[in-house]
């Protein structure tokens, strides 16, 4: 294993389980001071005490992306518990009005997507480039979706337009701040080792059997296989991927 973030610190919201979790432990076996962020704190102490027995460093900090205060204290605490802010990773996200048209997309689900997935997104920005054009850049992952800007299904418009919205929102920011030396990507994984991807009372056998004849691939993506694309467009390797968004889907979108 490589070490290419030793000593930096790396948030990562909604890391209490799923990718987010995932994508905390991968940076934390290569040498980040992972903050692991969530509205839960069982769920992130969990997390930590994963990278702690590995052997790594991290610490959990209960926050809500939906709240601009909660985000910048929680950017705040960041700060003072590791000495600085290197990466950001903006995963939290959530999903609601599955099976729903346009016309008949529940206006309470309509606000709870975009208050999570979009303008959470925005206040994580906010916190994370304010701190970081101030003290020398960094970067900045946010997680959308192949589902909204690479394909559409029927039944899905709101959860759709918000992950299109975060694919828009990541490269107009790119071009914001790459100026100020931080640079921001995005990662578009598909259906993948996560409980989002699984549909209302399917197991994960049924799943895999879907899979193999949706994906050009055959199968679902790993947890590991996304937070490797993360990873990559985090670290110096990518130098020069600004505004990108990675599609993770196993050729979905090809």
């Known amino acids: 294993m490589s070490a290419r973030f030793t000593d930096r610190t790396v948030l990562v919201t909604g890391a209490g389980s799923g990718l987010g979790r995932a994508i905390a432990l991968a940076f934390a076996a290569e040498g980040a001071k992972v903050v692991t962020a969530g509205r839960t704190a069982e769920s992130l102490d969990a997390t930590v005490a994963l990278i702690e027995a590995a052997g790594g460093t991290a610490a959990a900090v209960t926050a809500d992306v939906s709240s601009a205060g909660s985000t910048r204290e929680l950017v705040r605490r960041a700060v003072e518990l590791f000495g600085g802010l290197d990466v950001a990773v903006n995963n ?3 999903f609601r009005g599955g099976g ?3 016309a008949d997309l529940p206006l309470e689900d309509w606000r709870t997507l975009l208050d999570t997935n979009v303008t959470g997104v ?3 920005l906010q916190a994370e480039v304010g701190h970081m054009r101030a003290n020398g850049g960094g970067a900045i ?6 589902l909204g800007p ?9 959860y759709q337009v918000s992950k299109a919205a975060v694919s828009a929102i990541t490269r107009a920011a790119a071009l914001d701040h790459i100026g100020d030396g931080i640079r921001i990507n995005a990662v578009s994984p598909g259906a993948a080792e996560s409980t989002m991807s699984l549909r209302p009372g399917e197991t994960e056998a049924e799943r895999e059997v879907r899979m ?4 050009p691939l ?7 296989e996304v937070a490797a694309a993360v990873l990559y467009l985090a670290s ?7 505004g990108t968004d990675l599609v993770i889907d196993g050729g979905v979108a090809a």
């Not at 110096?236 to 600004?242: E, L």
């Open 92 to 94: 939290a996200g959530v």
């Open 100 to 102: 729903h048209s346009a």
């Open 122 to 124: 925005l206040h994580a």
């Open 141 to 146: 992952v946010n997680i959308a979706s192949n």
């Open 150 to 158: 690479h394909v559409r299904v029927p039944g899905l418009f709101g």
């Open 212 to 215: 193999k004849e949706q994906s």
């Open 218 to 224: 055959g199968r679902i993506s790993s947890a590991a």
């Open 236 to 242: 110096d390797d990518a130098g020069s991927a600004v």
